[in-house]
């Protein structure tokens, strides 16, 4: 009963580091990349986008070394379904999601041809060998050196107006001598005066992220716990639902909160980059840690594959409308979506167990 009430505990620890944390690694992010004149969307695609992936490469590498490495490509393709049925469904709800024209034209066609080169590359075999890794690996050095380039372009023109509200607060605007005698607001005011500083900005860009991760990591291990331990749910359910969506619970806080911050940039590009880094760098990593065992690829990952890929299609056909974003509509379809996949999941396992 202890050691329950222990996770229970940690638990909410988890949750409180992955929320605060996401406010700091959002404000830190957003606010280097005003300081540099770099798209917030740029920031989102690599250093938000790595950042957030942390958990799903601690649990690949931990698989890949210490277990059978048949959590991997569940936790990838779990993961990618999260990210853009429920993240990006979340974040579309709360406020639309305008999509740039390199967005649409190079890197969500590149998102869809890596969803399916990855599907197709564990479908042949049914396992990913170390050079099948090799060339994930590459291709996301390439995606990378891609973006820095681009971030150099950007540097020297202004910030899109869509990405400018990186600040959410005016510490001249609305803000008078009677609301600073109160303790908290004083508190706020010297945080939001310290954001003009880079090293400020840097700082809490790391601390941010150190507690997202660290926050999500409390969170799936916690939840696993009380899952198998107090409830009985099958492993099987587990590995498909809590470790996917914890592993996701950085890339989540960090969307929403960034959407609601009014930083489109990096809510989107969050999503785009992390699950690119999901099937390139982590997939690879994978494939290459397993040696000469190579990565296995089941029938399971075969459906979940074609459901990432699906996702992907998804957001690519949304975002070419008259207004070119993400709507509050295909942020309910995606929402939809993914429910209508566990529900399969559930149905699914549920048949097995008869047979």
Known sequence: MGKIVLEIFLLLIGFVLLVKGADFFVDGASGIAKKLKVSTFIIGVTVVALG???????????????????????????????????????SAVICKLPVERTTR??????????????????????????WEGLILVVLYVGFMVYNIILAKKQSKIQLEEATA??????????????????????????????????WFLIVITVVGLGMVVGGA??????????????????????????????????????????????????????IIGSNIANILLIGGVGALCTG????????????????????????????WGKTKSLTRVSGIIMLLCLAAYYVFIFLNLFVLKLY
Not at 170 to 191: E, M, R
Request: charged letters at 10%.
């Open 217 to 270: 990591q409390l969170v799936v291990g916690s939840a696993q716990f009380i899952a198998k331990e107090l409830f009985h749910i099958p492993a099987e359910i587990v590995a498909l639902t809590v470790v996917a969506f914890g592993t996701s619970l950085p890339e989540l806080v960090t969307s929403v909160s960034a959407a609601k911050k009014g930083d489109v940039g990096i809510a989107t590009g969050n």
């Open 105 to 130: 034209l190079i890197d969500l066609p590149f998102l869809v041809v890596t969803s399916a080169l990855f599907l197709l590359l564990g479908a042949f075999g049914n396992c990913f060998e170390w």
């Open 165 to 198: 509200v990186a600040t959410a607060f005016d510490v001249d605007n609305g803000v008078g001598t009677q609301a600073a005698q109160n303790f908290w607001q004083k508190i706020k005011l010297g945080y939001e005066t310290l954001k003009n500083k880079v």
């Open 292 to 319: 000469a065992n190579g990565l296995p690829f089941s029938m399971e990952g075969i459906i979940s594959g074609c459901v990432s890929l699906f996702a992907a299609i998804i957001v690519f056909s949304s975002c």
């Open 52 to 90: 957030t992936s942390a958990p799903e490469l601690a649990v690949t590498m931990a698989d890949a070394f210490g277990g059978s490495g048949e959590l991997i490509v569940g936790n990838i393709l779990g993961s990618n379904v999260i990210n853009i049925f429920l993240i990006l469904g979340i």
